[in-house]
C-alpha cells in the first residue's frame, strides 16, 4: 500500500482535491437518484437503530423491577445491543456492496421488526438479553445502507443538504429516545409498561418497509469483494475485548475475565490490523482498507467522532441515571429536561449547510466551543442547586449544549464521507458508523462506571459535576483536533 502517492478525487462540490490514493476502480454506473420520499425512508431506517440504543435509560428501573434483574443483568441489556451492533456494522456494510445496499436494508428493517416484538414479548432478563443481542445485529445490517445509499445515489448539493439530515437525524434520535422511552414508559399503553418501547418499532417497521420497496433505488458496488472472514472475526474479538469488560466490570466486581480481557486487547487490535494490512498489500479487500485510513478527511473526521461520541454516550445515560435515581424524577420528566437539547439540536443541524457555505469547518470548532459553555453551565448548575434540581434549571445549559452539538456533528460526517469512493460507500459507511458506535458504548461504560463509583462512594451531585467536566475534557480535545481541519467541504 503506498501512502505517499496522490490522486484526484472529485467531491461532491465538484472541487478537485488530491488525497493518498486508494487501490484504482472503475467507474460506478450512475445509480438511480434518492427522492424526497426516499430520503426519508432511509432516514427512518437511521433513526430506529439510534433510538433503541438509548430508549432503554430511563426504562431500566421498570425492566429491573418487572424481571428481578440486577445491575449486571440491566447493564447487559445495554451491553448485548450495543456489542452486537458495533461488531457487525462493518460487515453489514460490505454484505450491501456485496448483495444490494436496498435487499440489505429491507432484510434489516424486518429483522429489526421482529426481534423488537421479541423483546416486548421476552418473559424473562436472559430471553431479552438473547433479543437485544439479534436487535443490535439487525440495526447492524439496516444503518451501514442508510449512509451508503445516500453516498451512491446523491451529488453535489443534494448529497450535502442530505448529509445534513442525516446528522440531524442522528443526532436527535440519540436525544429523543430517551424522551420517547420515559413517555412510553409513564403512558402505560394498554397496560404494556416497558414493553411499549420495543413494541412502539414493529407498525414502525412495517411502515418503513413498505415504503423501502417502492422508494429507495438499488445500489451496489461495482466490484463487489468477497466477505473479509478473518478480518471480521478479529475485528469482534477486538471490539468485544475492550467493549465487554468496560461495560460489565464495574457491576460484576471486576472479576479475572475482565482483566483478562483487557489484557487481550491490543493483540487483538494489532493482530486485526496485520490482517488487513497483509490483504491490502496482496491486492485483496480486507474488511477495514488501510487505503481508505489514508483519506485525510476521513482520518481528521473520526478522530474528532470518537470524542464527541464518547462523551455523548456517557452523558445521555449518567443524566438519566441521576435524574431518576439522585432526584426521583419520574421517566417522563427526565426524559423532557433533555426537550431543549434536542430542539436545539435539531436548529442548528438544518442551519449548518448554509453557515457551512460561509465559514467551512470553522462552524465545528464554534460548536465545539458552544458545546463547552453549556456543559459549564450545566456543571454550575447542578453544583449550586442539587438536590433542588428541575427540569428548568437545567434549561439553558442543556440548550447551550445542544446547538453546539448540532453545530458538529452533521458536519462531522460530511467530512468523514467527503472523499470516499462510490464502490467503497458501504465500507467507508461501516467504518465510520462502527467507530460512532463503539464510542457511545465505550462513553457509557468508561463515563458511567465513574459516575455510579463516585457516587457509591460520596455525593450524587459531586459524581455528576465531576462527570460533566470529565466531559468538557473530550469537548475541549475536539475544539483542538478542529483546528487543522481543511476549511471547505464536499
Known amino acids: 500500500m503506498s501512502t505517499t502517492a496522490s490522486s484526484p478525487s472529485v467531491r461532491g462540490t465538484g472541487a478537485v482535491v488530491d488525497h493518498p490514493a486508494t487501490s484504482p476502480a472503475p467507474a460506478s454506473a450512475p445509480a438511480p437518484g434518492l427522492g424526497s420520499l426516499g430520503l426519508f425512508t432511509v432516514l427512518l431506517g437511521a433513526a430506529l437503530p439510534l433510538i433503541d440504543f438509548f430508549i432503554v435509560n430511563v426504562a431500566l428501573p421498570t425492566i429491573g423491577h418487572d424481571l428481578a434483574a440486577g445491575p449486571a443483568m440491566l447493564e447487559l441489556v445495554v451491553a448485548g445491543y450495543g456489542l452486537a451492533y458495533a461488531v457487525l456494522l462493518v460487515l453489514g456494510g460490505r454484505l450491501g456492496d456485496l448483495y444490494g445496499r436496498r435487499r440489505l436494508f429491507l432484510v434489516g428493517m424486518a429483522a429489526f421488526g421482529l426481534t423488537s416484538l421479541a423483546c416486548g414479548l421476552a418473559p424473562d432478563a436472559w430471553t431479552l438479553v438473547g433479543a437485544r443481542v439479534a436487535q443490535g445485529a439487525s440495526a447492524a445490517l439496516m444503518l451501514p445502507q442508510v449512509l451508503a445509499t445516500i453516498h451512491s445515489s446523491t451529488a453535489g448539493a443534494r448529497r450535502a443538504k442530505a448529509l445534513s ?10 436525544v429523543a429516545g430517551q424522551i420517547l422511552g420515559g413517555l ?5 399503553l ?14 414502525v417497521a412495517m411502515a418503513g418497509l413498505l415504503l423501502a420497496v417502492r422508494t429507495v433505488p438499488e445500489t451496489r ?31 460484576t466486581g471486576w472479576p479475572l475475565w475482565t482483566w483478562l480481557a483487557l489484557g487481550a486487547f491490543p493483540f487483538a487490535a494489532g493482530a486485526f490490523w496485520r490482517v488487513e494490512l497483509r490483504a491490502d498489500r496482496r491486492g485483496r479487500t480486507p474488511l477495514v482498507p488501510p487505503s481508505l485510513l489514508g483519506l485525510v478527511s476521513l482520518r481528521r473526521g473520526l478522530a474528532l467522532v470518537l470524542p464527541f461520541s464518547i462523551g455523548f454516550g456517557g452523558f445521555m445515560f449518567v443524566i438519566a441515571v441521576a435524574l431518576q435515581q439522585g432526584l426521583g424524577m419520574t421517566a417522563v420528566v427526565s426524559g423532557l429536561a433533555l426537550v431543549p437539547m434536542a430542539v436545539a439540536f435539531f436548529g442548528a443541524s438544518l442551519a449548518g449547510p448554509r453557515l457551512v457555505r460561509r465559514w467551512g469547518t470553522r462552524v465545528v470548532t464554534a460548536g465545539g466551543l458552544l458545546q463547552a459553555v453549556g456543559l459549564v453551565l450545566l456543571a454550575l448548575t447542578v453544583w449550586r442547586s442539587w438536590p433542588d434540581l428541575t427540569a428548568w434549571s437545567l434549561l439553558p445549559g442543556m440548550a447551550v449544549a445542544g446547538l453546539g452539538q448540532g453545530l458538529q456533528l452533521p458536519i462531522l460526517f460530511r467530512v468523514v464521507l467527503s472523499e470516499i469512493p462510490a464502490d467503497r460507500a458501504g465500507v467507508g459507511s461501516g467504518v465510520m458508523v462502527t467507530a460512532q458506535q463503539s464510542a457511545l458504548a465505550l462513553g457509557v461504560a468508561t463515563l458511567g462506571s465513574l459516575f455510579l463509583s463516585l457516587a457509591a462512594t460520596g455525593s450524587m451531585a459531586t459524581a455528576l459535576t465531576t462527570t460533566l467536566l470529565v466531559q468538557l475534557a473530550a469537548v475541549l480535545l475536539t475544539i483542538f483536533l478542529s483546528l487543522p481541519l481543511p476549511r471547505t467541504v464536499g
Open 165 to 174: 439530515l442525516y446528522g440531524a437525524t442522528a443526532g436527535l434520535s440519540m
Open 184 to 188: 412510553l414508559v409513564a403512558v402505560d
Open 190 to 203: 394498554a397496560g404494556t409498561g416497558w414493553r411499549a418501547i420495543f413494541l412502539v418499532n414493529v407498525p
Open 221 to 251: 458496488s461495482e466490484r463487489p469483494a468477497p466477505v473479509d472472514v478473518p478480518g471480521t472475526l478479529l475485528l469482534g474479538l477486538t471490539l468485544l475485548t475492550l467493549l465487554a469488560p468496560l461495560t460489565e466490570g464495574r457491576a
